[in-house]
């Protein structure tokens, strides 16, 4: 208990930027550059313990140890699809928490989409992450970690960063605004905040808020219905932030940063997939500046939803593209590893 406590007193120095790091060391009495050394071993070589600093000395290395605590994740499981590059993770975090990232091989370079939160608490009804409902935000250095532990695994690069992974980043918005800043940071890891997404089930607010910060990223919207009704039906977080209220902050959104949104729509056999819910989806979207990416739902064996026919994907792509609207079908990867989003966390969490 007493040693628990001393490591939650230590300074997260991993979810620090490079200028707070050097404030926090010059309050140690120590040079400033030291900071842009510890910066670099954390975000570019991504060392796992103070000791392998080959530059830092003895004594402050003592001093980093007493007050300060590197997150490193440590890999629990990995499954490996045969049929493609596609990797799931489990990873558990100093507390015993467990989460879950994917690996994905594209033309385009390695792509890893990241959880948010331990957990979630918006009760989508679909997804099996939110049947535990939330256990913690992650700090900014989890989420990184994430990423740098799968860079280490692969030997290759990270080129592109999804944030679709269990939790809602913008229920998380403080950790993930330094995340951001951290991941595309040009003495980081520097990835550009272009090939970083973000998806949210539609927190208004926040959404209205990051518009502000004016970032180049790309933000997703889990829209999955095309009325509010049915929305509702799918969606708790539907009740809160109405249909109409969302699509105005798209709106806002496309106006301050210059970003085109991508909507995303889990296609569910019989409750969406009907010519009539792409008419009226083309009739919501028509006006923004957006794209439409469609995901045959991937039944949870908690619920009965189901995947749309074959037909029916075709068809709701064509009468969107019919009205203007670009739209993408989500390629299936690592489908021998699937099981739906969240599930390997889950079933971990359960034995
Ligand atoms: N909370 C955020 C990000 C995590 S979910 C959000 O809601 O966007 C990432 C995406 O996967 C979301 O679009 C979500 O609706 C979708 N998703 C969750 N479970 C799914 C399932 N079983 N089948 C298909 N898509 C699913």
Same mark, same amino acid.
């Given at each position: 208990?007493?040693?628990?406590?001393? #490591?939650?007193?230590?300074?997260?120095?991993?979810?620090?930027?490079?200028? *707070?790091?050097? !404030?926090?060391?010059? %309050? $140690?009495? &120590?040079?400033?550059?030291?900071?842009?050394?510890? #910066?670099?071993?954390?975000?570019?070589?991504?060392?796992?313990?103070?000791? *392998?600093?080959? !530059?830092?000395?003895? %004594? $402050?290395? &003592?001093?980093?140890?007493?007050?300060?605590?590197?997150?490193?994740?440590?890999?629990?499981?990995?499954?490996?699809?045969?049929?493609?590059?596609?990797?799931?993770?489990?990873?558990?975090?100093?507390?015993?928490?467990?989460?879950?990232?994917?690996?994905?091989?594209?033309?385009?370079?390695?792509?890893?989409?990241?959880?948010?939160?331990?957990?979630?608490?918006?009760?989508?009804?679909?997804?099996?992450?939110?049947?535990?409902?939330?256990?913690?935000?992650?700090?900014?250095?989890?989420?990184?970690?994430?990423?740098?532990?799968?860079?280490?695994?692969?030997?290759?690069?990270?080129?592109?960063?999804?944030?679709?992974?269990?939790?809602?980043?913008?229920?998380?918005?403080?950790?993930?605004?330094?995340?951001?800043?951290?991941?595309?940071?040009?003495?980081?890891?520097?990835?550009?905040?272009?090939?970083?997404?973000?998806?949210?089930?539609?927190?208004?607010?926040?959404?209205?808020?990051?518009?502000?910060?004016?970032?180049?990223?790309?933000?997703?919207?889990?829209?999955?219905?095309?009325?509010?009704?049915?929305?509702?039906?799918?969606?708790?977080?539907?009740?809160k932030y109405g249909i109409d209220e969302l699509l105005k902050a798209c709106e806002e959104y496309f106006v301050q940063t210059g970003r085109r949104i991508t909507f995303e729509y889990s296609l569910v056999g019989g409750v969406n997939d009907q010519p009539?819910?792409?008419?009226?989806?083309?009739?919501?979207?028509?006006?923004?500046?957006?794209?439409?990416?469609?995901?045959?739902?991937?039944?949870?064996?908690?619920?009965?939803?189901v995947q749309p026919a074959g037909q029916a994907v075709m068809d709701f792509k064509q009468i969107l593209e019919k009205q203007g609207?670009?739209?993408?079908?989500?390629?299936?990867?690592?489908?021998?590893?699937?099981?739906?989003?969240?599930?390997?966390?889950?079933?971990?969490?359960?034995?």
């Amino acid at each position: 208990m007493e040693r628990e406590m001393q #490591y939650s007193a230590k300074q997260d120095i991993k979810s620090l930027n490079q200028k *707070e790091l050097e !404030n926090l060391f010059v %309050s $140690f009495g &120590e040079k400033s550059f030291r900071a842009r050394q510890v #910066y670099h071993w954390m975000h570019v070589k991504h060392a796992t313990s103070f000791d *392998e600093m080959s !530059n830092i000395s003895k %004594s $402050f290395k &003592e001093k980093l140890e007493e007050c300060c605590a590197l997150t490193v994740l440590r890999q629990k499981l990995v499954q490996r699809s045969t049929l493609d590059e596609t990797a799931k993770y489990l990873f558990e975090l100093a507390d015993g928490n467990m989460i879950e990232s994917v690996r994905m091989k594209y033309k385009h370079g390695n792509s890893v989409c990241i959880s948010s939160q331990a957990g979630c608490r918006m009760g989508c009804r679909f997804c099996a992450s939110t049947l535990g409902g939330l256990t913690r935000n992650l700090t900014p250095a989890e989420m990184l970690d994430q990423i740098y532990r799968i860079q280490e695994d692969i030997g290759e690069r990270v080129s592109h960063v999804v944030v679709m992974g269990t939790g809602e980043p913008l229920d998380n918005y403080d950790h993930l605004l330094k995340f951001l800043e951290l991941l595309s940071d040009e003495n980081g890891l520097n990835i550009s905040q272009r090939n970083i997404t973000v998806s949210t089930c539609g927190i208004v607010p926040n959404m209205r808020k990051l518009a502000k910060e004016k970032l180049q990223i790309t933000l997703a919207i889990s829209l999955h219905a095309s009325s509010q009704e049915k929305r509702e039906e799918l969606m708790p977080v539907a009740r809160k932030y109405g249909i109409d209220e969302l699509l105005k902050a798209c709106e806002e959104y496309f106006v301050q940063t210059g970003r085109r949104i991508t909507f995303e729509y889990s296609l569910v056999g019989g409750v969406n997939d009907q010519p009539q819910d792409a008419r009226k989806l083309a009739g919501l979207i028509r006006g923004l500046n957006c794209h439409v990416n469609l995901i045959p739902v991937n039944p949870i064996k908690e619920r009965a939803y189901v995947q749309p026919a074959g037909q029916a994907v075709m068809d709701f792509k064509q009468i969107l593209e019919k009205q203007g609207i670009t739209v993408t079908v989500r390629r299936e990867m690592g489908r021998d590893i699937d099981g739906a989003c969240g599930q390997l966390r889950r079933r971990q969490m359960n034995k």
